[in-house]
């Protein structure tokens, strides 16, 4: 091997070596960005649109005694003339009452103990509670 073609050689080994310990000091730090985005979205829980058209999704199961997270959403604004935009999201059954402004997002946990269907439901608009795209099941297991 020629003079040249060793120095050629070499370099391409110093080069090659560096990308490798580049990307060997960007791997923990990608996994560790992934892992906090995960947990992120684990945080916010199952998320629940509650608009003019009612629940979705309108189901919710869990197993018992388990801490329930749901992220509320409410993407309906203020200049709705049922209850100005205003939602809710209630069970009589289970004994909580959150009210969703208009255009807001709302983090609630709860923790249901013992199995069976829970109703929930919004009685602000839309024809209220007897309206049955403004019920939802709570299903616990």
């Given at each position: ?58 189901t919710i199961e869990?197993?018992?005694g388990e801490e ?74």
């Amino acid at each position: 091997m020629t003079k040249v073609k060793k120095k050629q050689a070499r370099k391409y080994l110093l080069e090659f070596t560096f990308i490798l310990i580049i990307i060997a000091a960007l791997i923990p730090l990608i996994l560790s960005i992934t892992k906090s985005m995960a947990n992120q979205e684990d945080e916010k829980g199952t998320r629940i649109e509650v608009s003019m058209a009612g629940f979705t999704p309108s189901t919710i199961e869990a197993k018992a005694g388990e801490e329930i997270t749901l992220q509320l959403i409410n993407p309906d604004n203020s200049a709705h003339s049922d209850g100005g935009g205003w939602h809710q999201f209630a069970s009589d059954e289970l004994d909580f009452d959150y009210k969703l402004s208009p255009e807001s997002t709302k983090t609630i946990k709860i923790k249901v103990n013992e199995p069976g269907e829970y109703e929930f439901y919004c009685d602000i608009c839309c024809g209220g509670r007897e309206n049955p795209t403004m019920q939802g099941k709570l299903i616990i297991t």
